[in-house]
C-alpha cells in the first residue's frame, strides 16, 4: 500500500512543532491536523507541492511503500525505492558518537552532499 507520511520529513528536518510550521505556512487547521494524523486518503497537488517547498524534498520522499504481507513485488519494481527504514533518524546519535578528530571530516562530506558541484 502506498502510504503518504509527512512525519518522517517533518523528524528528519527535526521540526517538533509540524502542526504549528504548516498552520505558520498558510494551511488551514483541519488541513494541517489531517495531513499529520493520516485521516486525509487524498492530498491535493498544491498541498503536497507546498509541503515540498517547506521541507526541501520531493514528493517520493512524503510516500512510502509498505507492501502487503502476500504481495511480492520484483526486487526491481520502481515502488521498493519509497519502502523505508528509520535508519537516517538516527544520524544525531551517530554524530555524538563520533570521535571528536573525526568531526572535521563529517563537516566536509556533509558540504560536499549539500553543495554537489
Given at each position: 500500500?502506498?502510504?503518504?507520511?509527512?512525519?518522517?520529513?517533518?523528524?528528519?528536518?527535526?521540526?517538533?512543532?509540524?502542526?504549528?510550521?504548516?498552520v505558520?505556512?498558510?494551511?488551514?487547521?483541519?488541513?494541517?491536523?489531517?495531513l499529520?494524523?493520516?485521516?486525509?486518503?487524498?492530498?491535493?497537488?498544491?498541498?503536497?507541492?507546498?509541503?515540498?517547498?517547506?521541507?526541501?524534498?520531493?514528493?517520493?520522499?512524503?510516500?512510502?511503500?509498505?507492501?502487503?504481507?502476500?504481495?511480492?513485488?520484483?526486487?526491481?519494481?520502481?515502488?521498493?525505492?519509497?519502502?523505508?527504514?528509520?535508519?537516517?533518524?538516527?544520524?544525531?546519535?551517530?554524530?555524538?558518537?563520533?570521535?571528536?578528530?573525526?568531526?572535521?571530516?563529517?563537516?566536509?562530506?556533509?558540504?560536499?552532499?549539500?553543495?554537489?558541484?
Open positions: 500500500m502506498l502510504v503518504f507520511n509527512p512525519n518522517r520529513m517533518f523528524r528528519l528536518r527535526k521540526i517538533d512543532r509540524p502542526h504549528l510550521m504548516l505558520k505556512n498558510g494551511f488551514a487547521k483541519s488541513s494541517a491536523t489531517n499529520l494524523n493520516y485521516v486525509s486518503r487524498r492530498v491535493t497537488v498544491e498541498h503536497l507541492e507546498k509541503l515540498c517547498v517547506l521541507l526541501n524534498c520531493t514528493p517520493n520522499d512524503l510516500f512510502e511503500w509498505r507492501g502487503k504481507t502476500n504481495e511480492a513485488l520484483d526486487e526491481r519494481h520502481a515502488l521498493n525505492s519509497l519502502k523505508r527504514s528509520d535508519k537516517s533518524e538516527n544520524l544525531t546519535e551517530m554524530i555524538r558518537k563520533i570521535p571528536v578528530e573525526k568531526l572535521p571530516q563529517v563537516d566536509e562530506l556533509l558540504r560536499e552532499l549539500q553543495n554537489p558541484e
